[in-house]
């Protein structure tokens, strides 16, 4: 599922991975060249979610095809899960400041100050 709870489509990953390959085709034509980090992290997410519409449709040997892939590229992206939560740091406080708000001009007029 994408995030907005809908079902992903097998064509539209089938499409997404095959227009990625291409592009890193095209991009490598001529010279070396090896994927980045958030590439991989790309191709992995593509082939889990197309591994999870082959089980969906009970092609059970596909799928494992794809997870196959999808771990490849999750072992060569350097994934090591989502982000853990942790303590971050703040500014250290500024002292605290005393305000005397209190007049020291006496002002003629009523006594009461209501």
């Known amino acids: 599922m994408d995030a907005e709870g809908k079902t992903d489509s097998l064509a539209r990953l089938r499409v997404d991975v095959a227009s990625a390959r291409i592009l890193v085709w095209v991009a490598t034509v001529g010279r ?8 991989h992290l790309y191709f992995f997410d593509r082939y889990q979610r ?3 519409c082959y089980r969906r449709r009970g092609n059970v040997a596909r799928a494992r095809k794809m997870q196959a892939k999808a771990d490849e ?3 060569l992206g350097g994934w090591d899960g989502p982000p853990y939560a942790a303590a971050m740091g703040m500014p250290r406080p500024t002292r605290w400041i005393t ?3 209190v ?7 009523p006594k009461d100050a209501a």
């Open 32 to 39: 070396e060249g090896e994927l980045s980090e958030e590439a």
């Open 103 to 109: 007049s020291r001009h006496r002002i003629d007029g």
């Open 50 to 52: 197309l591994g999870d």
């Open 99 to 101: 305000t005397d708000a």
């Open 73 to 75: 590229h999750r072992r």
